[in-house]
């Protein structure tokens, strides 16, 4: 029986498949960079002017560029850059970089005019976007009344993950008027891949990186379990379902796809919140005269679910599940087991064991 290790919080958990329920498990490509190639490309970072490093999204890959920053200031016998880090991941941070000389702090929105700001995000695919990266993660937090018309200009009510989009104009026009570098890079589980130094409005033509290691002709499957491969891409519902609308194409009419995605912070979505409340009508959704967060992940998810069903293992009250009429289930045995007593116990499964960083097709 092969034993397959997935991502679940911050922590794996283990999911028993007998051989001939394993229909395949879908990895992500790449060739990591060593330390010292990512240390080769981190040079033109002039760390004697006054910096701070700003974190808006924590991983392993940000925190290894954050390592191999810091390791430079120690040799070099320089002051080490101030970390700006946003809320959620504050204690994240301060627990795994104890030095008693480094300044970490929450970071606000009246800090964007500081030209000394070096943000450093990881970048995934996107269904409004196309591409989640520096430039939309700074429209999503400090660009609200700009986010409506990047919805607006959508491409359909279905999401378009890995796609060159109108609505990716929206968020580089937002971060042209800010006088900030950003490092963006490209990683897979195993480690960082690619990454690019500049600013947001450049750094963004890495994604060709991206979808080099990400994209997979995989056919379509009737069954398929999605971790999202990493903690910070299913700390809520609403962000872990990036990881569906990857895998979203290689559904069957009529399968069913079940995320493995903790979301030990809850929905993490305004919208969809408003949504379980009775709060938000399909008809303001479609047209809305406001933008609220995570609109267009429920749009999408509401039209999906209309192509395939949706399960989730994770620690969401079941009330909201059957709110979003998604199936819920305590673990991931229970998880399995109700794709074999309904699709048949000769039911063939496909693992996605790194959801935020493939593309299937």
């Given at each position: 029986?092969?034993?397959?290790?997935?991502?679940?919080g911050p922590?794996?958990?283990v999911?028993?498949?007998?051989a001939?329920?394993l229909d395949?498990?879908?990895e992500?490509?790449g060739?990591?960079l060593?330390?010292?190639e990512?240390?080769s490309?981190l040079?033109?970072?002039?760390?004697?002017k006054?910096?701070?490093?700003?974190i808006?999204?924590?991983?392993?890959?940000?925190q290894?560029i954050i390592?191999?920053?810091?390791?430079?200031?120690?040799q070099k016998?320089?002051?080490?850059?101030?970390?700006l880090?946003?809320k959620?991941?504050?204690?994240?941070?301060?627990?795994i970089?104890s030095?008693p000389?480094?300044?970490?702090s929450?970071f606000?929105?009246?800090?964007?005019s500081?030209?000394?700001l070096i943000f450093i995000?990881?970048?995934?695919?996107d269904?409004l976007f196309?591409?989640?990266t520096?430039?939309t993660k700074?429209?999503r937090?400090?660009?609200k009344d700009h986010?409506?018309?990047?919805?607006?200009?959508?491409?359909?009510?279905l999401?378009?993950p890995?796609?060159?989009?109108?609505?990716?104009?929206?968020a580089q026009k937002f971060t042209?008027t800010f006088?900030?570098?950003?490092?963006?890079?490209v990683a897979n589980?195993?480690g960082v891949?690619d990454?690019s130094?500049?600013?947001p409005?450049t750094t963004?033509s890495?994604?060709?990186?991206?979808s080099?290691i990400a994209?997979s002709e995989v056919g379509?499957h009737?069954?398929m379990?999605?971790s999202?491969?990493?903690?910070?891409s299913d700390?809520?519902f609403?962000r872990?379902?990036?990881s569906l609308w990857?895998?979203s194409?290689?559904?069957?009419?009529?399968g069913l796809a079940i995320?493995?995605?903790?979301?030990?912070n809850?929905?993490?979505?305004?919208?969809i919140q408003?949504y379980?409340e009775?709060r938000m009508s399909?008809?303001?959704?479609?047209n809305?005269a406001?933008?609220?967060?995570g609109m267009?992940?429920l749009?999408?998810?509401?039209?999906t679910?209309?192509k395939?069903?949706?399960?989730i293992?994770s620690?969401?009250p079941?009330?909201?599940?059957?709110?979003?009429?998604?199936?819920?289930?305590?673990?991931?045995?229970?998880a399995?087991?109700h794709?074999?007593k309904t699709?048949?116990?000769?039911?063939?499964?496909?693992i996605?064991?790194d959801?935020?960083?493939?593309?299937?097709r």
């Amino acid at each position: 029986m092969p034993e397959i290790w997935l991502s679940y919080g911050p922590t794996d958990i283990v999911l028993d498949i007998r051989a001939e329920n394993l229909d395949k498990k879908i990895e992500v490509g790449g060739t990591n960079l060593t330390d010292l190639e990512i240390s080769s490309k981190l040079e033109q970072i002039d760390l004697t002017k006054p910096t701070e490093l700003v974190i808006l999204e924590y991983s392993k890959s940000v925190q290894k560029i954050i390592s191999i920053l810091l390791e430079k200031c120690n040799q070099k016998s320089i002051p080490k850059p101030k970390i700006l880090v946003d809320k959620f991941n504050f204690h994240v941070l301060k627990n795994i970089f104890s030095d008693p000389t480094l300044i970490i702090s929450e970071f606000g929105m009246s800090q964007l005019s500081n030209s000394s700001l070096i943000f450093i995000g990881e970048m995934e695919f996107d269904g409004l976007f196309g591409f989640n990266t520096i430039s939309t993660k700074l429209i999503r937090r400090f660009g609200k009344d700009h986010m409506l018309s990047a919805y607006e200009k959508r491409k359909g009510n279905l999401p378009a993950p890995g796609e060159d989009l109108q609505t990716y104009t929206v968020a580089q026009k937002f971060t042209d008027t800010f006088d900030i570098t950003a490092i963006e890079i490209v990683a897979n589980s195993l480690g960082v891949v690619d990454l690019s130094v500049g600013h947001p409005s450049t750094t963004s033509s890495i994604s060709k990186s991206l979808s080099s290691i990400a994209i997979s002709e995989v056919g379509k499957h009737r069954a398929m379990i999605i971790s999202t491969g990493k903690e910070s891409s299913d700390q809520t519902f609403g962000r872990s379902l990036s990881s569906l609308w990857n895998c979203s194409e290689a559904i069957k009419e009529e399968g069913l796809a079940i995320l493995l995605a903790e979301c030990h912070n809850g929905v993490g979505s305004e919208a969809i919140q408003q949504y379980i409340e009775g709060r938000m009508s399909l008809d303001r959704l479609q047209n809305p005269a406001k933008y609220l967060d995570g609109m267009e992940d429920l749009l999408f998810l509401i039209e999906t679910q209309k192509k395939f069903q949706i399960g989730i293992v994770s620690i969401l009250p079941e009330f909201y599940t059957k709110k979003l009429d998604i199936l819920s289930f305590g673990g991931i045995k229970h998880a399995m087991d109700h794709v074999l007593k309904t699709q048949g116990a000769r039911q063939k499964i496909s693992i996605v064991s790194d959801g935020s960083h493939v593309l299937l097709r």
